[in-house]
C-alpha cells in the first residue's frame, strides 16, 4: 500500500504546506516575482516549519511579509546575526516568528523558517524577489520558476523519529501562476513548456499584455516562459519614480533610470573569425579536480570533463594562430617554454599531454603562474585569449585581480568557475578586469558548450569602446549604480542603473547617449527620458540598482583588503535603507502578540522540496549538501534541543568510465588544417566499415575532401543539439573545403546523404 505523499509524520499527518500562488510582473527586461505561500499546521502540538529553497543566482528578494489569521506582520531587514538572535529568542518564549536568510554556503539558496504556529492555525507567507531576465540565443526573455516544490524521491530519515517520505504523483498542495508585462516595446509573443490561457492585450499598442497558467498544472518540471519583443535590439531607457516616503537624495527616495543595451550583431560580423591570437588556457589540476561534476548517473571527474573540453579547444583553434596550455596547483608547469605557433605537429604534441593531465599538482596557487603568463612578450598582430579553469579559491584574490587589470591592455581572460566552491569574485573578477568573459559550470551543467561559447566570442569582433554620456538641465546630476561595461559580446545584453538627483525648475527630461564600437564601425543611439515619471509602476528598477551596488561591494569584500569591515557596514546599510536582500542581512518578523506557553516538545517540519538527483537522500542544510547543488532537505527538531545533522550517505563508487562520446572520437580525429581523412576509425563513428565508406566515394573527389564532408553531414544532423560544441569544428571544416576547390561537390554531399541516411544541403553545411 503506498504511503501518503509528502513528509509525515509518525501519525501519518501531512506537511503544513497547502497552496502556493505566484504573481510575476514584468517591466521591459526585469521581473517582480511574488510567492504566497499557505501554511497550517495540522499537528497537536506547536509547529516549526523550515522551507529550504533555492532562488536564481541573481535575483534580490526584496519583501517578506506573514499573515496569521487577520493580522499581517511585515519584516524588517536586519543584520543576520541580529536577526537570527531575535528569531530565537522569540520562538523560546512562544512568540510567532519568521525568519529568511540567504544560505552561509550559497548564494541562490534561502531558508525560511516558519516558528511557532499553534495547533490548527493558518499562517500565509508571502515572499517578493526581483531579477534581471536573462536573453536566450533567440532573443527571447527567459523567466523559469523552478519545479522545487514536488517530491521525485525516497529521503532516508534524517534523525531519531523522522519518517520518511514516499515518492508522489501527486503533491499535496496547488500552485497558480498569473504574469503581467508592461514594455516600452511591443509585445510579439509569450511561450511556455506548460499549457497557458489566452494572452489577453490590455492595450492598443500591444505594450501591456497579462497571461495565466492553465489550471491544473502539477508541478512535475519547471515552469519556462520566454517573452519576444518586436525591436529586442533597440536600446531603451525607463525611469522609475522614488518613494514618497523616502528622503530625497537617497537612492530609494530618488528616480532611477534603466538603460538596456543589446546590440546586434550583423550576420557578416557572426560570419567572420579571427585567424590570429595567442590562446592560453591555464587549468586547475589540484586535488579537487578529482571530484565530480555532479552527483547524478555517469557523472565524470572535473579533471576528465576539462581534458575532454581541451580537446575541443585544441582542434578549433585557427592555423597560424599561438597557443599554450599551463597546469597549475601548489605549483605550475607549461606543456611548451613559450607559446607556439598551431600547427598539425604542436596539436598533435600537444593533445598526447592532455591526455595525461591528472589531479595531481597539491592546493590552488594562481598567482605565480599568471605572473609568468604575463612576463612572456606578446606576438604582433596576435592578442592574447587567458582562459583559466579553476574549482577552487585562492587566499589572495585582490593581489590576483590587481595583476590582471595591471595586464588589462594586453590580453583578455575568459574565467570558468567549476563547481560551487569556485571563487565568484574571483572568476567574475579576472573577467571583468579584462574585458573579458565569465561562466560557471555547475549541477549538470556540461563544460565544453561553455568554454566553446567563449572561444567563440574569443574569435568574433566585440562590441567595445563603450560609452555613456548625459544630457540632463541645470540642478539635475546622474550618479551611476553600475560598474562600468568595456566589452559586450553577441548574445551579450547590459543593463545600466542610474540615480538622478536633484530637481530642475524648468526641464522635464533629459537624454542619455550611448556610443561603442563594432568591428571598427561607431554606432551611436540617443535616448530621451523624463525627469519626473508621475506613474508609481513599483521599485522593481530600484531594489534591482541596489542589488547592483551591493554585489559591488559583496566582490569588493571578497577581495579583500583593509577596509573590509567599512565595506561589510556599507552593504548592510544600504540592505536595509533599500529592503534588498544581501550576505550580511535576513528578513525577521515577531508577532509579539502571540506569546503563549508550550506544553511538550515543538516539532520541526521541513516541506519536501524536490531533488534533481534522485539517488541521493534529502539532505540536512550542511554546507555539504549546498555544494552538492540540491535545493533541500527535511528534519524534525525537538524543543530546547539543536538540529543534529543526519550523517551524509556516501556517494556510489562509479568503476567504469563513460564510454567515449561519438562526438569527441569524431573530433579527435580531425586534422589542424579542418579536413578529416579517410581510415577505419572514421568509419566507425558513422556505424559503417572503412569498405563502406570508401566505396561510397564519387569518383571526382579525393578521400580527404569526402571524409571532411561526411563529418560535416554527421554534425548537423546526429549532433545538431550540440552545436555549440562543434560550430568552430565545422566552420574550420567548411573553410578548408572552400579552399580545396573540388568539383562535383554537389555530388558528393548527395551521394553523404544517401550513405548516412541524412538530409543536409549545402547551404547548412556552409561549403
Request: proline share 6%; aromatic share 8%; glycine share 6%.
Amino acid at each position: 500500500m503506498r504511503k501518503r505523499c509528502g513528509l509525515l509524520s509518525h501519525k501519518n499527518v501531512p506537511v503544513p504546506l497547502k497552496s502556493i500562488s505566484v504573481q510575476l510582473q514584468v517591466r521591459d527586461h526585469v521581473a517582480s516575482v511574488s510567492s504566497s505561500l499557505q501554511y497550517v499546521n495540522e499537528e497537536e502540538r506547536p509547529l516549526e516549519a523550515l522551507f529550504v529553497f533555492p532562488l536564481p543566482t541573481d535575483a534580490a528578494v526584496c519583501h517578506f511579509n506573514a499573515k496569521i489569521g487577520e493580522q499581517e506582520i511585515v519584516a524588517e531587514v536586519q543584520d543576520k546575526q541580529s536577526a537570527r538572535d531575535q528569531y530565537d529568542d522569540a520562538v523560546s518564549s512562544g512568540q510567532q516568528a519568521f525568519l529568511l536568510e540567504k544560505s552561509d554556503y550559497s548564494s541562490n539558496v534561502f531558508k525560511l523558517s516558519v516558528g511557532c504556529l499553534s495547533p490548527g492555525q493558518n499562517a500565509s507567507i508571502t515572499i517578493i524577489y526581483v531579477i534581471e531576465l536573462s536573453v536566450q540565443a533567440d532573443h527571447a526573455l527567459r523567466f523559469c520558476l523552478p519545479a522545487v516544490l514536488n517530491p521525485r524521491y525516497t529521503p532516508a530519515a534524517l534523525a531519531a523519529g523522522v519518517p520518511e517520505i514516499s515518492s508522489a504523483y501527486v503533491i499535496p498542495y496547488t500552485l497558480s501562476l498569473s504574469v503581467d508585462v508592461r514594455s516600452s516595446d511591443r509585445i510579439s509573443r509569450l511561450e511556455s513548456n506548460c499549457p497557458l490561457d489566452p494572452l489577453v492585450f490590455l492595450d492598443f499598442e500591444h505594450t501591456h499584455a497579462t497571461v495565466n497558467l492553465s489550471a491544473g498544472h502539477r508541478f512535475d518540471k519547471d515552469v519556462e516562459l520566454l517573452l519576444y519583443y518586436e525591436n529586442t535590439h533597440q536600446p531603451t531607457a525607463v525611469v522609475e519614480a522614488g518613494a514618497a516616503t523616502a528622503q530625497p537624495g537617497s537612492l530609494m527616495g530618488d528616480p532611477v533610470l534603466m538603460i538596456s543595451l543589446y546590440p546586434e550583431f550583423p550576420a557578416d560580423v557572426m560570419a567572420s573569425l579571427a585567424s590570429q591570437g595567442e590562446f592560453v588556457f591555464l587549468v586547475d589540476r589540484s586535488g579537487s579536480m578529482r571530484c565530480k561534476m555532479h552527483r547524478g548517473k555517469d557523472a565524470r571527474m572535473r579533471i576528465k570533463s576539462a581534458r575532454d573540453t581541451l580537446l575541443l579547444l585544441l582542434k578549433s583553434l585557427p592555423m597560424g594562430c599561438y597557443f599554450n596550455i599551463y597546469g597549475f596547483g601548489s605549483h605550475f608547469e607549461s606543456f611548451f617554454p613559450q607559446s607556439v605557433v598551431y600547427s598539425q605537429d604542436t596539436m598533435e604534441e600537444a593533445l598526447k599531454r592532455v591526455k595525461n593531465m591528472k589531479a595531481d599538482m597539491g592546493g590552488t596557487e594562481i598567482l605565480q603562474p599568471l605572473k609568468h603568463i604575463y612576463r612572456q612578450p606578446c606576438y604582433p598582430d596576435h592578442p592574447r585569449q587567458l582562459f583559466i579553469f579553476t574549482d577552487g579559491e585562492v587566499r589572495n584574490t585582490k593581489e590576483v585581480l590587481d595583476l590582471v587589470k595591471s595586464h588589462a591592455h594586453s590580453h583578455r581572460c575568459f574565467s570558468f568557475g567549476i563547481g560551487k566552491s569556485a571563487s565568484t569574485a574571483l572568476i567574475k573578477g579576472m573577467a571583468r578586469e579584462s574585458s573579458g568573459h565569465a561562466q560557471f559550470i555547475r549541477g549538470t551543467k556540461r563544460m565544453q558548450p561553455k568554454v566553446m561559447q567563449s572561444l567563440r566570442f574569443a574569435l568574433q569582433p566585440a562590441v567595445d569602446n563603450i560609452s555613456v554620456d548625459w544630457i540632463v538641465p541645470e540642478g539635475v546630476t546622474v550618479d551611476m549604480l553600475s560598474p562600468p561595461i568595456s566589452v559586450l559580446f553577441e548574445g551579450q545584453r547590459a543593463l545600466i542603473y542610474a540615480q538622478l538627483i536633484g530637481q530642475s525648475s524648468g526641464k522635464t527630461e533629459g537624454a542619455v547617449t550611448l556610443k561603442y564600437r563594432l568591428k571598427d564601425q561607431p554606432v551611436t543611439n540617443q535616448l530621451q527620458f523624463t525627469l519626473k515619471p508621475t506613474e508609481d509602476t513599483g521599485r522593481t528598477i530600484h531594489q534591482l540598482a541596489a542589488r547592483s551596488v551591493i554585489r559591488s561591494l559583496e566582490l569588493e569584500e571578497q577581495a579583500g583588503g583593509a577596509d573590509a569591515e567599512a565595506v561589510r557596514s556599507r552593504i548592510v546599510e544600504l540592505s536595509v535603507q533599500a529592503g534588498v536582500s544581501s550576505v550580511h542581512t535576513a528578513f525577521i518578523c515577531v508577532n509579539k502578540d502571540s506569546k503563549q506557553t508550550i506544553r511538550g516538545p515543538m516539532l520541526q517540519r521541513r516541506v519536501p522540496v524536490c531533488n534533481r538527483f534522485q539517488k541521493f537522500p534529502a539532505l540536512a542544510p550542511s554546507k555539504r549538501m549546498l555544494e552538492l547543488a540540491a535545493p533541500v532537505a527535511y528534519c524534525i527538531r525537538r524543543r530546547g534541543r539543536p538540529p543534529t545533522a543526519a550523517p551524509l550517505m556516501a556517494p556510489p563508487k562509479y568503476k567504469l568510465e563513460p564510454q567515449t562520446d561519438p562526438l569527441l572520437q569524431l573530433v579527435s580525429l580531425q586534422k589542424a588544417t579542418g579536413c578529416w581523412e579517410l581510415n577505419a576509425a572514421l568509419a566507425n563513428v558513422f556505424g559503417k566499415t572503412e569498405d563502406e565508406v570508401t566505396n561510397h566515394r564519387p569518383v571526382q573527389v579525393d578521400g580527404s575532401v569526402w571524409a571532411t564532408v561526411l563529418a560535416l553531414i554527421w554534425l548537423y544532423s546526429c549532433r545538431s543539439g550540440d552545436q555549440v560544441e562543434w560550430q568552430l569544428v565545422a566552420m574550420k571544416a567548411a573553410l578548408w573545403i572552400r579552399s580545396q576547390k573540388p568539383d562535383g561537390l554537389s555530388q558528393c554531399v548527395c551521394d553523404g546523404n544517401v550513405l548516412l541516411g541524412c538530409h543536409v544541403t549545402e547551404d547548412v553545411l556552409g561549403i
